[in-house]
T-cell receptor
Framework: GAGVSQTPSNKVTEKGKYVELRCDPI?????LYWYRQSLGQGPEFLIY????????DSGLPNDRFFAVRPEGSVSTLKIQRTERGDSAVYLC?????????????FGPGTRLLVL | AQTVTQSQPEMSVQEAETVTLSCTYD???????LFWYKQPPSRQMILVIR??????QNATENRFSVNFQKAAKSFSLKISDSQLGDTAMYFC????????????FGAGTRLTVKP
């Protein structure tokens, strides 16, 4: 079946604006993860959903970041009052059941540039 | 704190030769999983190989194998018969521990396979 998809591929916005990034996981995967990857770095964990609920949001950097997964499938990462330091690639991943040993399947990412 | 260290920012290898990428980590867990992910220029992260810490036998997937030294907390990746398509960023990663699914990634090693 189809892999994890993310839209948009690229997003350019101005400082202070609001953005939404979308993730479509693999069908049937109950676990969904968001990561942020800054230039030259490894991905950094943001939040993990098990079904509709955020099981672990300890990686969200501050209250400007919020994510939802209302129907247990598609997820949206929302960033309010964007800052230049938010510029990064935002990666989404999904896994079948959320067990720690499972493969996480990644999307191609959304490259966010805040001017 | 759970940490992952990749001490080789860049490496290169001639096509058909063998290369080893290093990774060390720190964890207080006794049973855990370790992963190597590959991120080609297209940006989509792909699982290369996985190792279960309680298994003494090193994992192997075709041309990819690991050298897992649990006491030394070392988890290196060996790529045999390197191919041009192996050119990518390689990340060592493991779940943060317990029931937490947030994956901790190293900073990555950029591997270039030369013709």
């Amino acid at each position: 079946g189809a892999g994890v998809s993310q839209t948009p591929s690229n997003k350019v916005t101005e400082k202070g604006k609001y953005v939404e990034l979308r993730c479509d996981p693999i069908s049937g995967h109950t676990a969904l993860y968001w990561y942020r990857q800054s230039l030259g770095q490894g991905p950094e964990f943001l939040i993990y959903f098990q079904g509709t609920g955020a099981a672990d949001d300890s990686g969200l950097p501050n209250d400007r970041f919020f994510a939802v997964r209302p129907e247990g499938s598609v997820s949206t990462l929302k960033i309010q009052r964007t800052e230049r330091g938010d510029s990064a690639v935002y990666l989404c991943a999904s896994s079948l059941g959320g067990r720690v040993e499972e493969t996480q399947y990644f999307g191609p990412g959304t490259r966010l540039l805040v001017l | 704190a759970q940490t992952v260290t990749q001490s080789q920012p860049e490496m290169s290898v001639q096509e058909a030769e063998t290369v080893t990428l290093s990774c060390t980590y720190d964890t207080s867990e006794n049973n855990y999983y370790l992963f190597w992910y590959k991120q080609p220029p297209s940006r989509q992260m792909i699982l290369v190989i996985r190792q279960e810490a309680y298994k003494q036998q090193n994992a192997t997937e075709n041309r990819f194998s690991v050298n897992f030294q649990k006491a030394a907390k070392s988890f290196s990746l060996k790529i045999s018969d390197s191919q041009l398509g192996d050119t990518a960023m390689y990340f060592c990663a493991f779940p943060s521990g317990g029931n937490n699914n947030d994956m901790r990634f190293g900073a990555g090693t950029r591997l270039t396979v030369k013709p």
